[in-house]
């Protein structure tokens, strides 16, 4: 097993044997999704927290279900009852999650480092559920499991990212796992949308959708926030739509077994078609359910990291006759 | 007053051509007498320090001191205190606090409260620093102000700024821009370039200030009036403020220490102490700035002390005010980023902190002439700097080089002719026991201030 690291903070750096290990354990929680009885004993007296301060259904529901489907308990801290409406600072709120004794904290939080700075006031493990617009890796790992299942080995595939890019965490963990496994990834959208000197992180840019999905493996959609339109990114949604949305004709156009992925939630008739949305080269309810098993299998490799140390440190207590 | 007769040392003084080994003989609180061969009579405190090197006291025209508003992060007094530490002797002290320092009495008060340094007050252009009515820079001159500056922000309506530079053009005063679109800056955070992108923090784009540098430069043209950029931060700026003096307007600018030593890959750290305004930019631009530094595009080297509070930056990076202190690493980092590093000679980095500022703000300081006051640094430009929370004589800890050992050490501080700041000499190599004894006796003398 190749997994030593105490948090998961992005995929920024992370070596192509760490990812393989990660896919190869959420094989095997996959697995246990379709049993009778979905759960095992594996986190069983492990505490973890799910501070999610940026509303969130989905990713908290599904660090949830992996939670408790590992028999963790649980425990839910969110924006509304959060301490930063009190006046705390995060500092303080680590500081009493780390005086509770929690084992591992899954955070989503709006500032971009924010679990970073966590790292440095808590003990236990970190995961990142999305760090405004850095990264958001465990979407990024359930995306290459989907790829993975329905591509194989994904070295030297054509990837497609479509969308803003410049605010996307999703895009950013994309990047990094897709270049550590070898895949050839493209970005396409507005030039609004395009971080600068992407193009350094090793992709290819084009403004051109054509071009950016006519030969792709596969396309992943992101979601376009309505908000943007007032930001001055978008002369409208419509033109969006226009020029970079995902219909059945421009599907037509793709290869015939292109995986057309979406991280959701999906605004149907802005960024995809419905017809496209839940057609047959759709894999966007596939990604939902394989990331509780990444997620499992996540919180189960942060688990035995720990579990290590834990052990380490009895023996050497034990050596030293403590 | 004791006479001090500071004894065989290189004697750099940009402002009249120095750079030789004579005597310095202090006395009345002026420079008494300069040359080879000073005999010093039993009033006088003699001081001979092997290696070190005699300068102007540094005037830094770019601080901010928090005070009135924010005595928990500085006040007059803790600033001045860390600017002697620094070997700075006069400073400039930017009016953001709470209040504005917009009133002749506000000027007065900041004024008149620094003792262990000349605190030169810069006041508002205009009321409440929010763009719209001009402060009154008559009044305000005349109680002391020595410049005008909404420093924090631009002002940004062009007709303001136009007005408020005809204005003091009359009274013959500089006005000082922060140069920021904020239109242009929008939410960003850090620098736009591939570090932003890596982090996910929002993107300054160097337009954001270049904007405002090409339109101040053209307002003061069209005016004929005397303009200085603050925090001079991207390779555009540089460029723009080369080819204004190249078509005589009388503009002047400065940059800070962190613009020629970090980069906006170190904010990748999400290190909070690395949020500052202007952003820490490319490494492109860095070396653009280095190159203004060395052709003389840029004039003044500055601090923009800004001192914040650990809970204040123990936060998020976003939420972090933006902001760093300075004053006591303004000479160890222009030594060991310029100096060590072959692009400036000692002389020069000198002339960018001490007679090139005071030029800029029009006040008489940064000389060593025979007459001057005698504001006076004395430190050992190869002595080691470990810089630490502790070391600090600020009451704000943050600073990004915490951590960090640098070279230039400053040995002594004298204003007005009396020691404010003395090294620990016995700490020190080549110290004499009786040098010792009268460290002990001027650390008396610094605290009953």
């Known amino acids: 097993m190749n997994w030593t690291r105490k948090h998961l903070l992005g995929l920024e750096g992370i070596e192509r044997d760490e990812i393989i290990t990660i896919l190869d354990t959420t094989s095997r929680f996959r697995e246990i999704l379709d049993r009778p009885v979905k759960k095992v004993p594996t986190l069983r007296g492990i505490t973890i927290a799910n501070l999610f301060f940026e509303p969130s259904t989905r990713t908290r529901m599904s660090f949830e279900l992996a939670e408790k489907r590992l028999s963790a308990d649980v425990l839910n801290f ?92 999703v895009a950013r963990s994309d990047i990094w796992g897709l270049k550590a496994l070898g895949a050839d990834v493209t970005l396409c959208g507005p030039s609004t949308f395009m971080p600068t000197e992407v193009e350094k992180l090793g992709v290819t840019v084009t403004h051109d959708i054509r071009d950016a999905t006519g030969d792709a493996d596969i396309v992943n959609i992101l979601r376009i926030q309505r908000e943007r339109q007032n930001g001055g990114f978008l002369p409208s949604l419509r033109e969006y ?33 419905p017809d496209v949305a839940d057609g047959d080269r759709s894999v966007i309810l596939e990604q939902v359910t394989n990331g509780v098993a990444v997620r499992m299998a996540m919180l189960y490799l942060l688990s035995m990291v720990r579990a290590s140390k834990r052990v380490e440190e009895a023996d050497i207590l034990a050596e030293v006759g403590a | ?160 700024m136009r007005r408020a530079l005809q204005y003091a053009s009359m009274i013959g005063r500089t006005i000082i821009a922060h140069c920021e679109d904020q239109a242009l800056v929008g939410s960003g955070i850090m620098n736009e370039g591939l570090a932003s992108t890596r982090s996910g923090l929002s993107p300054i784009p ?30 555009g700026s540089v460029k723009l403020v080369r080819r204004a003096k190249a078509d005589g307007v009388a503009v002047t600018c400065e940059t800070c220490p962190h613009y020629f030593c970090l980069t906006d890959d170190d904010v990748r750290s999400y290190d909070t102490s690395m949020r500052v305004n202007p952003p820490l930019r490319s490494a492109g631009d860095l070396k653009a700035i280095r190159e203004g530094l060395r052709d003389g595009t840029i004039d003044v080297v500055a601090s923009d002390h800004a001192p914040h509070s650990l809970e204040e930056k123990q936060v998020e990076f976003d939420a972090a005010p933006p902001g760093m202190i300075g ?53 050992d430009p190869e002595g080691r700097v470990e810089v ?50 009268r460290a002990a006796e001027s650390n008396e003398l610094v605290v009953g201030v």
């Not at chain 1, 440095?120 to 990142?128: L, T, V, W, Y």
């Not at chain 1, 465990?138 to 194989?152: K, P």
């Not at chain 1, 156009?253 to 078609?273: C, F, Q, S, T, Y």
């Not at chain 2, 000692?346 to 029009?362: D, F, Q, W």
């Open chain 1, 78 to 169: 969110s924006a509304s009852t959060s301490s930063l409406k009190k006046g705390e600072t995060l500092r303080d709120t680590a500081r009493n999650i780390e005086a509770m004794k929690v084992d591992m904290v899954v955070m989503r939080h709006p500032s971009p480092g924010a679990p970073h700075f966590l790292t440095n006031h808590i003990d236990g493990s970190i995961i990142n559920a999305g760090d405004g617009s850095h990264e958001h890796p465990t979407q990024a790992l359930l995306d290459l499991f989907t790829m993975r299942e329905h591509a194989g080995d994904l070295k030297g595939k054509r990837v497609t990212i479509v969308g803003d890019i410049l605010h996307s965490r």
């Open chain 1, 241 to 273: 739509s226009a020029l970079f949305g995902i219909n059945a004709a421009r599907l037509r156009e793709m290869k015939p077994d292109v995986l057309i992925m979406h991280p959701g939630p999906i605004n149907r008739g802005v960024e995809i078609a």
């Open chain 2, 1 to 160: 007053m004791r006479k001090i007769l500071l004894r065989g040392m290189r004697l750099i003084d940009p402002a009249t051509s120095t750079d030789e080994r004579i005597d310095l003989l202090i006395a009345g609180g002026v420079i008494a007498a300069r040359g080879v061969g000073i005999v010093a009579d039993q009033e006088t405190r003699l001081v001979e320090l092997p290696g070190a090197v005699v300068a102007p006291g540094l005037v830094d025209m770019h601080v901010h001191l928090r005070e009135p508003g924010r005595e928990d992060e500085e006040t007059i007094e803790s600033g001045t205190r860390a600017a002697v530490h620094g070997g700075i002797t006069a400073l400039a002290a930017m009016p953001n606090t709470e209040p504005t320092i917009d009133t002749p009495a506000w000027v007065e008060y900041v004024r008149s409260r620094g003792r262990l340094a000349g605190v030169h007050p810069i006041a508002a252009i205009t009321v409440g620093r929010e763009g719209r009515t001009l402060a009154p820079l008559g009044e305000l001159a005349e109680a002391g102000a020595v410049a005008f500056s909404d420093d924090g922000r631009s002002v940004a309506d062009p007709s303001v």
């Open chain 2, 206 to 235: 160097t337009v954001a200030e270049e904007t405002i540098v090409a339109r101040d430069i053209l307002l003061a043209q069209s005016t004929g009036a005397r303009l200085h950029i603050a925090h001079v931060s991207t390779r």
């Open chain 2, 327 to 379: 004053m006591e690493t303004l000479l160890p980092l222009t030594i060991t980023h310029m100096v060590d590093t072959g692009i400036l000679s000692l002389g020069k980095a000198i002339a960018l902190m001490t007679v090139k500022p005071a030029r800029a703000l029009g006040i008489t300081a940064g000389t060593l002439a025979t007459g001057a006051a005698a504001d006076v640094v004395v430190f």
């Open chain 2, 388 to 437: 630490t929370g502790d070391w600090f004589r600020s009451l704000s800890k943050n600073s990004p080089f915490v951590g960090s050992t640098l070279s230039g050490r400053v040995l002594m501080t004298i204003h007005d002719g009396q020691v404010v700041f003395e090294e620990d000499l016995e700490n020190t190599c080549g110290s004499s026991e009786d040098n010792g004894k």
